[in-house]
């Protein structure tokens, strides 16, 4: 009974190359929410994504940034040309059908390091 | 976004109670919800507000009222293990949660 798989736990990049990261839903959700967190600061959202569908994108950074959701297999999150700034922990979320009356249940995280 | 806004950091002995505030904008809310965040680790949810009044879990409530865009998160007989970040989030709109920046609690012996 997995929850909200996040893969890879860490990752490690040089500037100017692209960063994937991975969100596999609990089983049964269909919705999938990107977060991004800043050494101490909050989360802060980014992206709001259905099967094959981008519901709310209005956190993304408008260039470099990119989510899908298709029909089979995760999410990503994919960064382009990652430059220093970009390093954060990356949080999953995923929830059924749209139904949030006890929050989100989160992934363990991506961290990435841009070096 | 949505200007919610808490504490930074917040220092308790243990054993003693610590009340972490939270306002917020109320156009748009649909609930209130505070999760509790260890350093490197990912959020867990705590506690849901959407009516006024005080929901009580144990060592911890949480506190609504809505007219006045406030919440508090209250936490009794603190332990060690209390120390993390506390995390304030609005749903807004019924789709999308916006989140304070956290309260960093440290629990001294």
């Known amino acids: 009974n997995a929850g909200v798989m996040q893969n890879p736990r860490h990752l490690v990049r040089r500037r100017g190359q692209e960063a994937r990261l991975r969100c596999s839903p609990m089983?049964?959700?269909?919705?999938v929410y990107w977060y991004r967190q800043l050494p101490e600061e909050g989360l802060k959202f980014m992206v709001y994504?259905?099967?094959?569908?981008?519901?709310?994108e209005s956190g993304m950074p408008k260039e470099r940034f990119s989510a899908e959701f298709p029909k089979e297999g995760p999410s990503i999150l994919r960064i382009q040309q990652v430059v220093r700034g970009d390093s954060a922990a990356y949080f999953c979320?995923?929830?059924?059908?749209?139904?949030?009356?006890?929050?989100?249940?989160f992934g363990s995280g991506t961290r990435l390091t841009v070096v | 976004g949505q200007n919610i806004d808490q504490p930074t950091e917040m220092t308790a002995t243990e054993g003693a109670i610590v009340q972490i505030n939270c306002t917020y904008q109320?156009?748009?809310?649909?609930?209130l919800f505070w999760y509790q965040q260890h350093a490197g680790e990912a959020p867990t949810f705590l506690s849901y507000?959407?009516?006024?009044g005080l929901e009580e879990k144990g060592r911890f409530s949480s506190f609504l009222s809505r007219s006045k865009g406030y919440s508090y998160l209250l936490l009794k007989e603190l332990q060690m293990k209390d120390s993390a970040s506390y995390l304030c989030a609005v749903l807004y709109n019924f789709n999308k949660f916006y989140f304070g920046s956290g309260t960093k609690l440290n629990v001294k012996p």
């Open positions: 979320a995923s929830s059924q059908a749209g139904t949030v009356g006890y929050g989100y249940t």
């Open positions: 089983k049964g959700h269909s919705h």
């Open positions: 994504l259905q099967k094959e569908n981008i519901i709310d």
């Open positions: 109320t156009s748009g809310f649909n609930g």
């Open positions: 507000n959407v009516l006024d």
